[in-house]
């Protein structure tokens, strides 16, 4: 019996290094007792992380899966979970487990296409994974734009690498903007719904959103406005999940599993399933 | 055997409809066997005459129904209450927890209530139809060729025999004679436990609640259990759990829970009426009342809007804490 | 077909007991019954069904999956798992051993719940055909024969007698090494029996209840329906019925402090409690009528989408008989399939 491997079952991860994004996001550093990697993934997919005692949350690898020495989490500090995970400091350990769910398509829907990456918030979180991933194999993608929104300019996450590594890239546009009007700020001020559709891109490209659902509905919305087909727009949900494999039975939407089915799905196959998400 | 029948209720309920004195009735609607009744809202006279049903089975107190159903339903509701709802009914005014004015009580007599478990005990498993002959159920089975004869009263649910009263205490209107209440003897089981070794009241209570699932359908059908948030479903509150982690725990429920509805629980024993392992729930809840009535005189919750209950009311004549312990030891 | 005379039934009883845990449905003083453990003198109960389904044997209400041990910013994860004893369930109903294929399904599926799947390899299902079924009973709407159960052996037990037929071949071992008891015999008897359990069923009230209007791909028609409303009007939100369903499957999985360690268990949920898709920035089924309407998707459209249109509803009848409203999937199926079964 002790030799059968479970899903359930978790490795032990180490926080090497905590960084403070923005006033309620940290980015944690996570790797194996060993130094290594936990396990590999895709650009998308998530894993579960616990602190014995406090519990066990899912989370978006923010890391790209050509980052082959550690991988990252950027987390909003909003719960049981996060709230601990806010107080850790590098040495730190905890558990780790996955991968879990299905990738964004990088290797055959996105290739060779122009590619449009919206996020809201902690909504960068998940893209970034995919983002880095495209910057690293450049010459299998198009021309990439980022739109990235936050309430304020603190609480841009990877404010420096977007500004000191994305924006300087060779045929990477980067459009920022924050909610409401603040010193020191000369970049758009504005929703990301409104800004998307202000900037008026074309359509012949895939599109993907992610950040809170009220902010994924107006965009989708904005891109259908400005001649964008559902079956070019991705996006990424987050329900509630325990065990992450499809059999706790609480994540779905409809016939299909977030943790299983998602967290990756296309926009009109997302129209097909009942709303409740 | 019902007294009052189905169809005045339709018509009363028809009437106060029609007339604009109430939107919609909180009543049972008929299921697919006759014992498997169903609390519904109707709105229509068409609904009251299609599903309406008032019969031995109509066991569900609605008061606690009325929390939500004011809160979310517009205009005036109908409510058919049963004496011991009643008591429910002024516990929850007591306890503001819906307004009185949203409602139209109506006080229907009740013969006592049938526990289905115990028909199907005398009767058998694959009961197709409930009738009645005045004392008798006429029960017909998918095995036997006649119905079966079942003397009402040896199938009366546990809290029936020992109904403590036939008395509404909460009505707008009542319909039928108004009872009284009635002496009976309800904590004479309670009794008997007391009488036990602790060892032995253990091991009852240990065999009992060991059989519990943790459903919660005990705390969500008791009138008493209304908090918004229960703290048992709080994760915040270090003790939300949906199944025992041990044995201590799998207890540790339901005694925290009979000692927050102590001093409010009517003794309408919804609790055990709905446990789906039969566990005598009530008996805890009971303990409390007979402990409460012994150290600080009779009272029963519920009998009038606005009593205040012996643990919330403080007079120079309560018992000294040490005098409940020299009380027992002097007891048992 | 093999047999004993229902005399040599505790013998019988007490020769699988050498080498397995034996369990079986056993009266309570209420009248209902139970799975317990046989031990000398443990008598069969003639009950038609147990309140608690068996599939406590394989998905347990609470079981641990690991502890933990921390010293400082360390963990240590320890394995806590101990192999099951190899079990028998004896007296498994048609439907109840249905549900076994239905858990199988989720637990058995890429990746194995190995907690699942040990529990599995470990024990032997005994089925035994009904002969007295309930008013609430509905199996046969789901394709299932009361009067054929599955499982590793299935009986037939008549006035006098127990028949024997193994399914598997861990149930022909068991039946093997239970020569000494055992005799050949032929199926007539049997047969006889099949016939007039087939005559019962014909009589059931709800023998032409039909799952039309249900199956995959039917969310978009019936997730709207406003009987989900009607429906949904009294839940009282307990688990009841998810807790006594032997198909209802779903768990959470939580962390105890145990004052020196942690132990991470997994406990039985529903999906009919307000918290159980509550996450910590909001709840994507707020209201019953959500959660409600999740059970019977779930189990009449979501579940035969993903798992080649079988249903996850056995027709066991307890949630007919348990939930304190009386509201059910029966009541469900009329309503929303158009079907009223009559």
Request: net charge negative.
């Given at each position: 019996?002790n030799?059968?491997n479970?899903?359930?079952?978790?490795?032990?991860?180490?926080?090497?290094?905590?960084?403070?994004?923005t006033?309620?996001?940290?980015?944690?550093?996570?790797?194996t007792p060993?130094?290594?990697?936990?396990?590999?993934?895709?650009?998308g997919q998530?894993a579960?992380?616990?602190?014995?005692?406090?519990?066990?949350?899912?989370?978006s690898?923010?890391?790209?899966?050509?980052?082959?020495?550690?991988?990252?989490?950027?987390?909003?500090?909003?719960?049981?979970?996060?709230?601990?995970?806010?107080?850790?400091?590098?040495?730190?350990?905890?558990?780790?487990?996955?991968?879990?769910?299905?990738?964004?398509p990088?290797?055959d829907?996105?290739?060779?296409?122009?590619?449009?990456?919206?996020?809201?918030?902690?909504?960068?979180?998940?893209?970034?994974?995919?983002?880095?991933?495209?910057?690293?194999?450049?010459?299998r993608?198009?021309?990439?734009?980022?739109?990235?929104?936050?309430?304020?300019?603190?609480?841009l996450?990877?404010?420096?690498?977007?500004?000191?590594?994305?924006s300087?890239?060779?045929?990477?546009?980067?459009?920022?903007?924050?909610?409401?009007?603040q010193?020191?700020w000369?970049?758009h001020?504005?929703?990301?719904p409104?800004?998307?559709?202000?900037?008026?891109?074309?359509?012949?490209?895939?599109?993907?959103?992610?950040g809170?659902?009220v902010?994924?509905?107006?965009?989708?919305?904005?891109l259908?406005?400005?001649?964008?087909?559902?079956?070019?727009?991705?996006?990424?949900?987050e329900?509630?999940?325990?065990?992450?494999?499809g059999?706790?039975g609480?994540?779905?939407?409809?016939?299909?599993?977030?943790?299983?089915?998602?967290?990756?799905?296309?926009?009109?196959e997302?129209?097909?399933l009942?709303?409740?998400? | 055997?019902?007294?009052?029948?189905?169809d005045?209720?339709?018509?009363?309920?028809?009437?106060?409809?029609?007339?604009?004195?109430?939107?919609?009735?909180l009543g049972?609607?008929?299921?697919?066997?006759?014992y498997?009744?169903?609390?519904?809202?109707?709105?229509?006279?068409?609904?009251?005459?299609?599903?309406?049903?008032?019969?031995?089975?109509?066991?569900?107190?609605f008061?606690?129904?009325?929390?939500?159903?004011?809160?979310?339903?517009?205009?005036?509701?109908?409510?058919?209450?049963?004496?011991?709802?009643?008591?429910?009914?002024?516990?929850?005014?007591?306890?503001?927890?819906?307004?009185?004015?949203k409602?139209?009580?109506?006080?229907?007599?009740?013969?006592g209530?049938?526990?289905?478990?115990?028909?199907?005990?005398?009767?058998?498993e694959?009961?197709?139809?409930i009738?009645?002959?005045?004392?008798?159920?006429?029960?017909?089975?998918?095995y036997?060729?006649?119905?079966?004869?079942?003397?009402?009263?040896?199938?009366?649910a546990?809290?029936?025999?020992?109904?403590?009263?036939?008395?509404?205490?909460?009505?707008?209107?009542?319909?039928?004679?108004?009872?009284?209440?009635?002496?009976?003897?309800?904590?004479?089981?309670?009794?008997?436990?007391?009488a036990?070794?602790?060892d032995?009241?253990?091991?009852?209570?240990?065999?009992?609640?060991?059989?519990?699932?943790?459903?919660?359908?005990?705390?969500?059908?008791?009138?008493?259990?209304?908090?918004?948030?229960?703290v048992?479903?709080?994760?915040?509150?270090?003790?939300?759990?949906?199944?025992?982690?041990?044995?201590?725990?799998e207890?540790?429920?339901?005694?925290?829970?009979?000692?927050?509805?102590?001093?409010?629980c009517?003794?309408?024993?919804?609790?055990?009426?709905?446990?789906?392992?039969?566990?005598?729930?009530?008996?805890?809840?009971?303990?409390?009342?007979?402990?409460?009535?012994?150290f600080?005189?009779?009272?029963?919750?519920?009998?009038?809007?606005?009593?205040?209950?012996?643990?919330?009311?403080?007079?120079?004549?309560?018992l000294?804490p040490?005098?409940?312990?020299?009380?027992?030891?002097?007891?048992? | 077909?093999?047999?004993?005379?229902?005399?040599?039934i505790n013998?019988?009883?007490?020769?699988?007991?050498?080498?397995?845990?034996l369990?079986?449905p056993?009266?309570?003083?209420?009248?209902?019954?139970?799975?317990?453990?046989?031990?000398?003198?443990?008598?069969?109960?003639?009950a038609?069904?147990?309140?608690?389904?068996?599939?406590?044997f394989?998905?347990?209400?609470?079981?641990?999956?690991?502890?933990?041990?921390?010293?400082?910013?360390?963990i240590?994860?320890?394995?806590?798992?101990?192999e099951?004893?190899?079990?028998?369930?004896?007296?498994?109903?048609?439907?109840?051993?249905?549900?076994?294929?239905?858990?199988?399904?989720?637990f058995?599926?890429?990746?194995?719940?190995?907690f699942?799947?040990?529990?599995?390899?470990?024990?032997?299902?005994?089925?035994?055909?009904?002969?007295?079924?309930?008013?609430?009973?509905?199996?046969?709407?789901f394709?299932?024969?009361?009067a054929?159960?599955?499982?590793?052996?299935?009986?037939?037990?008549?006035?006098?007698?127990?028949?024997?037929?193994?399914?598997?071949?861990?149930?022909?071992?068991?039946?093997?090494?239970?020569?000494?008891?055992?005799?050949?015999?032929?199926n007539?008897?049997?047969?006889?029996?099949?016939?007039?359990i087939?005559?019962?069923?014909?009589?059931?009230p709800?023998?032409?209840?039909?799952?039309?209007?249900?199956?995959?791909?039917?969310?978009?028609?019936?997730?709207?329906?406003?009987?989900?409303e009607?429906?949904?009007?009294?839940?009282?939100?307990?688990?009841?019925?998810?807790?006594?369903?032997?198909?209802c499957?779903?768990?959470?999985?939580?962390?105890?402090?145990?004052?020196?360690?942690?132990?991470?268990?997994?406990?039985?949920?529903?999906?009919?409690?307000?918290?159980?898709?509550?996450?910590?920035?909001?709840?994507n089924?707020?209201?019953?009528?959500?959660?409600?309407?999740?059970?019977?998707m779930?189990?009449?459209?979501?579940?035969?989408?993903?798992?080649?249109?079988?249903?996850?509803?056995?027709?066991?009848g307890?949630?007919?008989?348990?939930?304190?409203?009386?509201?059910?999937?029966?009541k469900?199926?009329?309503?929303?399939?158009?079907?009223?079964?009559?």
């Open positions: 019996m030799n059968i479970d899903t359930l079952i978790p490795k032990i991860g180490v926080i090497t290094d905590v960084r403070i994004d006033p309620d996001i940290k980015t944690f550093r996570v790797v060993d130094g290594k990697k936990a396990f590999d993934h895709r650009p998530c579960m992380l616990s602190v014995p005692g406090v519990g066990e949350a899912m989370f690898i923010t890391s790209s899966p050509t980052n082959e020495e550690y991988m990252e989490f950027s987390i909003k500090k909003c719960g049981c979970v996060t709230d601990w995970l806010h107080q850790a400091e590098a040495g730190q350990q905890i558990t780790i487990r996955g991968p879990y769910g299905k990738p964004f990088v290797d829907v996105f290739a060779g296409k122009d590619l449009l990456f919206i996020a809201g918030g902690v909504g960068l979180a998940p893209l970034r994974s995919v983002i880095n991933y495209c910057r690293h194999y450049r010459d993608y198009g021309k990439i734009d980022i739109v990235y929104g936050s309430r304020s300019k603190d609480d996450l990877d404010y420096n690498e977007i500004i000191e590594e994305w300087k890239d060779n045929g990477v546009n980067v459009y920022l903007t924050i909610d409401n009007p010193d020191g000369d970049g001020v504005g929703f990301v409104n800004y998307v559709k202000e900037l008026g891109f074309n359509t012949n490209k895939v599109a993907v959103i992610c809170p659902p902010m994924i509905k107006f965009t989708l919305d904005g259908c406005d400005i001649g964008f087909d559902k079956t070019n727009v991705y996006t990424t949900l329900l509630r999940m325990k065990c992450g494999v059999k706790c609480r994540c779905n939407v409809g016939a299909k599993y977030v943790c299983k089915d998602g967290p990756v799905f296309r926009c009109d997302l129209e097909e009942p709303g409740e998400y | 055997m019902q007294k009052i029948t189905g005045i209720l339709i018509e009363k309920a028809s009437a106060l409809l029609s007339s604009g004195t109430v939107s919609c009735v049972w609607k008929k299921g697919e066997f006759g498997d009744v169903t609390p519904a809202v109707f709105s229509s006279v068409e609904e009251l005459e299609r599903d309406f049903v008032y019969n031995d089975f109509c066991g569900a107190n008061s606690k129904y009325l929390v939500s159903k004011t809160r979310k339903l517009e205009g005036k509701i109908l409510v058919f209450l049963k004496p011991c709802d009643t008591y429910s009914f002024n516990q929850l005014l007591s306890e503001h927890r819906f307004d009185r004015e409602v139209y009580a109506i006080g229907i007599p009740c013969e209530m049938v526990d289905i478990s115990k028909v199907k005990a005398t009767v058998g694959g009961i197709s139809s009738d009645t002959d005045g004392d008798n159920l006429l029960v017909s089975t998918l036997d060729e006649e119905p079966v004869a079942v003397d009402f009263k040896s199938v009366l546990e809290r029936c025999i020992n109904c403590k009263s036939k008395k509404h205490v909460a009505y707008d209107e009542l319909l039928g004679e108004e009872g009284d209440v009635i002496e009976n003897s309800r904590f004479d089981e309670v009794a008997r436990i007391e036990l070794t602790p032995e009241r253990f091991a009852f209570w240990q065999n009992e609640l060991s059989r519990c699932i943790r459903c919660n359908a005990c705390r969500d059908a008791c009138p008493a259990c209304t908090c918004e948030k229960c048992f479903d709080n994760p915040a509150s270090g003790v939300e759990n949906k199944s025992p982690a041990n044995s201590f725990e207890k540790l429920f339901h005694i925290i829970r009979a000692y927050h509805v102590a001093g409010r009517t003794d309408c024993g919804e609790c055990s009426r709905v446990c789906p392992q039969n566990i005598p729930l009530h008996l805890l809840n009971r303990k409390f009342i007979k402990d409460m009535n012994e600080y005189g009779e009272y029963q919750a519920g009998e009038e809007v606005g009593m205040r209950a012996p643990l919330v009311s403080y007079t120079t004549e309560d000294e040490g005098e409940a312990l020299t009380r027992r030891d002097t007891d048992a | 077909m093999r047999k004993c005379s229902l005399d040599k013998l019988l009883f007490a020769e699988i007991a050498k080498n397995a845990v369990y079986l056993v009266d309570e003083n209420d009248g209902s019954a139970v799975y317990k453990k046989w031990e000398d003198g443990t008598a069969y109960s003639n038609l069904n147990t309140v608690r389904s068996p599939k406590d394989f998905f347990p209400q609470t079981e641990n999956l690991m502890g933990f041990k921390t010293l400082g910013k360390t240590e994860v320890i394995d806590t798992r101990v099951p004893d190899d079990f028998v369930i004896f007296g498994v109903r048609a439907c109840d051993v249905r549900s076994f294929d239905i858990l199988d399904r989720v058995l599926s890429e990746p194995v719940d190995s699942y799947a040990s529990r599995r390899n470990h024990g032997i299902i005994i089925s035994m055909a009904c002969t007295r079924p309930s008013e609430t009973c509905f199996c046969k709407t394709g299932i024969d009361p054929e159960p599955q499982g590793d052996i299935s009986a037939w037990k008549t006035e006098t007698e127990v028949f024997f037929k193994s399914n598997t071949a861990k149930g022909e071992n068991l039946l093997t090494a239970l020569d000494g008891i055992l005799e050949d015999c032929d007539n008897e049997v047969d006889a029996q099949k016939a007039k087939n005559a019962v069923m014909n009589r059931l709800l023998k032409n209840l039909t799952t039309d209007g249900f199956g995959g791909g039917k969310t978009a028609e019936i997730f709207d329906s406003p009987k989900w009607e429906l949904s009007e009294s839940c009282l939100g307990c688990g009841t019925c998810t807790f006594v369903c032997p198909t499957q779903c768990y959470d999985i939580k962390d105890f402090n145990t004052g020196t360690g942690v132990i991470r268990f997994r406990c039985w949920d529903s999906c009919m409690y307000s918290d159980f898709t509550k996450m910590a920035h909001g709840n089924r707020n209201t019953q009528k959500e959660r409600f309407r999740q059970r019977f779930h189990k009449l459209v979501y579940y035969p989408e993903n798992n080649e249109e079988i249903f996850s509803c056995v027709g066991c307890r949630c007919l008989s348990k939930c304190p409203i009386s509201m059910n999937i029966v469900v199926m009329k309503e929303i399939g158009g079907n009223k079964g009559e």
